[in-house]
């Protein structure tokens, strides 16, 4: 399964979210420091890019039906690198929400090439292993990413105003090159794996009927995820720790080590139990973290989130593609993944009204609820599937 080609993609999975990572320590800056700008436009600059990235997928269903798996992950790359060129040209911070569109766009491209190309070169009985291992690629770029955008970026002080407060055109020429290397490696993906499907006749629609639970359930586990990675910097911060960069730095040694060993056990255990097992992690490690409210609460948190994360993706892409003929795979992958800027969404706007309102716990309390919900849904869908069954015989 792991052919020269399967790396290949993983390679330029890898290469596109370490230009994503770069920008995700640098922008806030950009825009507050750069820009001059606030808080509202850093939001912006985000819902932009979801967004787009949701509205995007129907035409990148067609693109991928109609030229190829690689034309998805090649034209994907190439817009991140004409978005960032254009970041060089920014000299007003509303100039920033288009290109941050085009962004959208181009991640949501690559990602879906890049998730259905390892589905197709994968057995049917080890999809969710393959999903794992692509995971490393976005999770190794998404790390390592962020550290060198801030290395490059420099010390910028909380009152340094002007573009020139830090080496902001420096981090838009290396995530501008990490595209263009996304954008070339992409090329040896395969155009299409076996034979070319039948052109569809019917019309592409935004949302396949096969993606929508696995996808909801993905959506409450992304809140949970937005609570954490979101929320616990500022709460230990609260708690007086020095920092929360040990929370975060186990919390990728467990991702990195459990998709490694464990990419094959979701297929042994069976992929409903997986996600069952994932989203009773997250569930309890946001409502540890929300009653311990102390330092033990975060560091056990953590090592639960490690484990639901590390698993919830890969199963549920499995599941979601399990009964998909070829031809509308492209659909139920752009369908599914779409599900993780939903989530990121709602996450965002939810959990920081809660924060303004009741205060940094309870975005851990509503990052459980969401877990939880996500845990009803897969019960009932197992339930609904059971008797299905039961009346078939």
Known sequence: MVTPRFLLVMGATLAYYVCVGVLIPVLPVFVENGMGSG???????????????????????????????????????????????????????????????????????????????????????????????????????????????????????????????????????????????????????????????????????????????????????IVSWTAFSSFVPGFAKQLGLGGSAAFFTLYSILCLLIRLVGARWPERIGLKRTVMFALTCLTLGMGVVAVMANEAGIWIGTVLMGFGMSFLYPSLLAMSVQRVDDMRRVAVVASFTAFFEIGSAVGGLSLGVLGEVFGKRSTFVGGAVFAAAGLLILIWYRNRSVNRGAVAL
């Not at 995007?56 to 004409?82: C, D, E, H, K, Y």
């Open 39 to 221: 808080e509202a436009m850093v939001g912006a600059t985000a819902v932009a890019f979801s967004v787009a990235a949701v509205a995007a997928r129907p035409g990148i269903t067609w693109i991928g039906n109609r030229f190829g798996r690689r034309s998805m992950m090649v034209w994907g790359s190439a817009l991140s690198v004409v978005a960032g060129l254009g970041h060089l040209f920014v000299t007003e911070a509303w100039q920033l929400l288009p290109l941050r569109a085009v962004m959208g766009i181009g991640e949501a491209g690559l990602f879906v090439g890049a998730s259905t190309v390892v589905v197709e070169l994968s057995p049917d009985n080890r999809r969710a292993e393959a999903a794992s291992y692509l995971s490393l690629s976005v999770f190794g770029g998404l790390a390592v990413g962020p550290i060198i955008g801030e290395l490059v970026m420099g010390d910028v002080a909380s009152n340094a105003r002007g573009l020139d407060a830090g080496r902001f055109d420096a981090v838009f020429w290396l995530m501008t090159i990490f595209a263009a290397v996304a954008a070339v490696v992409s090329l040896s993906a395969p155009r299409w794996v076996g034979e070319r499907p039948a052109i569809a006749e019917h019309k592409v629609s935004w949302m396949q009927r096969e993606a929508v639970i696995p996808g909801m359930i993905l959506a409450g586990g």
